[in-house]
């Protein structure tokens, strides 16, 4: 079973920074592409950041310059530095996996429970 555990949230003024955190955990073969999503209370979710296998990244339009997504492969954990941040950013924060389990050996999507990020104004 592999499970995606996220962690850093917390509340911040605007203008500051917090680092996120996700680990995967389980009998992995193989991770793909992984990604942060948030989901702000009313509003759909929305891609934050995603970062491919080969480590190439991208981001949404809002958060773009100001939050950076990396990974530490040995780890099997992924990161998201959030820099700047707005109230607009408040959300919860939930890291995704695309990951080929041992047993079965098949691919399939996985979630974490996600972590509140509050920035106050």
């Known amino acids: 079973q592999v499970q995606l555990v996220e962690s850093g949230g917390g509340l911040v003024q605007a203008g500051g920074s917090l680092r996120l955190s996700c680990i995967i955990s389980?009998?992995?073969?193989?991770?793909?592409?992984m990604a942060w999503y948030r989901q702000a209370p009313g509003k759909q979710r929305e891609s934050v950041a995603l970062?491919?296998?080969?480590?190439?990244?991208n981001y949404g339009e809002s958060v773009k310059g100001r939050f950076t997504v990396s990974k530490d492969n040995a780890k099997n954990t992924m990161y998201l530095q959030l820099r700047s941040l707005k109230p607009e950013d408040t959300a919860v924060y939930s890291c995704?996996?695309?990951?080929?389990?041992?047993?079965?050996?098949?691919?399939?999507?996985?979630w974490g429970p996600g972590t509140q990020v509050t920035v106050s104004s």
């Open positions: 995704y996996a695309r990951v080929r389990t041992v047993e079965p050996y098949s691919w399939g999507d996985y």
């Open positions: 970062i491919t296998s080969g480590g190439t990244s």
């Open positions: 389980g009998l992995i073969a193989e991770v793909l592409d």
